[in-house]
């Protein structure tokens, strides 16, 4: 069957024919990628209209509130399995089985431990540094212990650095935390599940053992899982196009923390937390709500829409149902913030203004709720989805180099500048 081809028909009637591409699921494109030889760019600013790769790890119906991890439903991933398992899945393609799953295991543990010189590296920060920008800098620390053996087009040795990158996140992420706290480093404990592991680093101390609640650690498992993979986002493509370039795994991932740091990505539910602690009461929600209606007003309702979702976010109403087993496994029903959140949620559904633009709470409307009732501080809220996200980015750089046509990515501009000039002799001359 012949490809089917778009045609653009340019302004002096020249006909240019582009081939159509359909994916499995989701919408068409246009292949532009030969638009160069004809002297001509597109023009697509935040990359919206724009398909930076093809992928097989995570699809996204914005309009039908479907998030598929390797074609399986977001919500039986949550249910049914681990974070390992999900990890698995995104690097491997399928489930599993449970030989699969145990060697995969003890392959992860073995890589929970960070080599001692990092004490140093910590070391060199302020006590009171954001843990995000510690764990950025350490991560990216690591290509220094990883280098020589590094050969990225190596399939066995992005296999290693994968199972490197998923146990030893972990670890960093909760010495970040403790640093900060001027607490000493807990060592990780290889007899504990991956999500226990990192909530015994967090929370345990020399002097006081801390206590695992399956509740909580389940709960916990959900939160990797809703946010281990979300197709090509700001910071999955920056891991992905620093990639390309062939650098070392830990940058890569690093660059992605990075990018996951900003305010308008990863740092969604923390400001979803400080917002309903702005608003504090239950009588105060018309007013913020009213707020969020008026254009001039720079208050925003945080926790609500998404750019790709037009419709409800399918992570929600899981984390909606976490949270409640967590408030009632803590006996903590009736907690301000959650009664304040459900009132909200409440009000804002059934406003006309919010039900017409279809802003449905997502995902970081409850899960940073869900944080704070675990014990989590708002300051790590970010590193927990960094520790998260690392599954996905390590998956999506590992799958480049299994791409026959990895390029480096080079997006071009279009340029606004001055016009050719020329070196003034006499720069004391007036510009006046």
């Given at each position: 069957m012949?490809?089917k081809?778009?045609t653009l028909?340019l302004?002096?009637?020249?006909i240019?024919?582009?081939p159509?591409?359909?994916?499995k699921?989701?919408k068409p494109a246009?292949d532009i990628?030969?638009l160069s030889?004809h002297?001509?760019?597109?023009y697509?600013?935040?990359f ?13 119906d914005?309009?039908?509130s479907i998030?598929l991890?390797?074609?399986y439903?977001?919500?039986q991933?949550?249910?049914h ?5 999900v ?7 399928e489930?599993?089985n ?5 060697k995969?295991v003890s392959?992860?543990?073995?890589h929970?431990?960070l080599h ?6 910590f070391?060199?920060f ?6 995000m920008?510690?764990m950025a800098?350490?991560v990216a620390?690591k290509s220094?212990?990883?280098f020589d053996?590094?050969n990225?087009y190596?399939r066995?040795?992005r296999?290693i650095?994968?199972n ?6 972990p670890?960093?992420a909760a010495?970040?935390?403790l640093?900060n706290l ?7 404990r290889?007899d ?6 990192f909530?015994?680093?967090l929370?345990?101390?020399p002097t006081?053992d801390?206590e ?7 709960a916990?498992e ?5 946010h281990a993979?979300?197709e090509q ?7 992905r ?6 650098a070392?795994?830990f940058?890569c991932?690093?660059s992605g923390?990075a990018s996951?740091?900003?305010p308008a990505?990863g ?6 937390l ?5 608003i504090r009461?239950?009588?105060r929600?018309?007013e913020?709500i009213e ?7 720079s208050?925003r309702l945080?926790?609500f829409g998404?750019?790709?979702y037009r419709?409800?976010d399918?992570r929600?109403?899981?984390?909606r149902k976490?949270?409640?087993e967590?408030?009632?496994e803590?006996g903590l029903?009736?907690d301000?913030?959650?009664?304040l959140?459900?009132?909200?949620e ?9 039900v017409?633009?279809k802003?449905y709470?997502n995902?970081d ?14 300051s790590?809220?970010?590193a927990?989805?960094?520790?998260a996200?690392?599954?996905?980015w390590i998956a999506h ?5 299994v791409?026959?046509?990895?390029k480096?990515?080079?997006p071009r ?6 016009l050719?000039?020329n070196v003034?002799?006499?720069r004391?001359?007036?510009?006046d």
């Amino acid at each position: 069957m012949d490809q089917k081809k778009a045609t653009l028909t340019l302004p002096d009637g020249k006909i240019i024919e582009l081939p159509f591409i359909e994916g499995k699921m989701g919408k068409p494109a246009i292949d532009i990628s030969q638009l160069s030889q004809h002297g001509l760019h597109t023009y697509d600013p935040g990359f919206m209209s724009t398909a930076s790769c093809g992928s097989a790890i995570t699809f996204i119906d914005g309009e039908k509130s479907i998030l598929l991890y390797r074609g399986y439903p977001i919500e039986q991933l949550a249910e049914h399995c681990d974070f390992l398992d999900v990890a698995y899945l995104l690097l491997n393609g399928e489930l599993p089985n449970q030989n699969e799953k145990t060697k995969y295991v003890s392959e992860v543990k073995k890589h929970y431990l960070l080599h001692d010189q990092l004490n140093s590296v910590f070391r060199g920060f302020r006590r009171d540094a954001h843990p995000m920008a510690v764990m950025a800098a350490v991560v990216a620390s690591k290509s220094a212990f990883y280098f020589d053996e590094m050969n990225v087009y190596n399939r066995n040795h992005r296999k290693i650095s994968a199972n490197r990158l998923i146990g030893k996140v972990p670890s960093i992420a909760a010495w970040s935390y403790l640093y900060n706290l001027g607490r000493p480093f807990n060592y990780p404990r290889n007899d504990l599940s991956y999500a226990a592991n990192f909530l015994n680093m967090l929370f345990s101390s020399p002097t006081q053992d801390y206590e695992i609640n399956p509740v909580l650690v389940r709960a916990f498992e959900r939160i990797l899982i809703l946010h281990a993979d979300h197709e090509q986002n700001a910071s999955t493509s920056t891991v992905r196009l620093v990639g390309s370039s062939g650098a070392n795994p830990f940058a890569c991932i690093s660059s992605g923390i990075a990018s996951l740091w900003g305010p308008a990505h990863g740092g969604a539910n923390e400001a979803t937390l400080k917002m309903l602690q702005e608003i504090r009461s239950e009588s105060r929600i018309g007013e913020y709500i009213e707020r969020a209606k008026d254009s001039t007003d720079s208050f925003r309702l945080m926790g609500f829409g998404h750019r790709v979702y037009r419709n409800k976010d399918p992570r929600a109403e899981i984390m909606r149902k976490t949270c409640h087993e967590v408030l009632s496994e803590l006996g903590l029903e009736n907690d301000s913030i959650f009664k304040l959140a459900l009132k909200l949620e409440k009000i804002a559904l059934e406003d006309d203004y919010f039900v017409k633009k279809k802003l449905y709470p997502n995902v970081d409307f409850y899960s940073g709720i869900v944080m704070r009732a675990l014990g989590i501080p708002n300051s790590m809220f970010t590193a927990v989805f960094a520790l998260a996200r690392t599954a996905g980015w390590i998956a999506h750089w590992n799958e480049m180099f299994v791409a026959d046509n990895l390029k480096i990515g080079r997006p071009r501009q279009i340029y606004k500048g001055k016009l050719l000039r020329n070196v003034s002799l006499d720069r004391n001359v007036s510009k006046d």
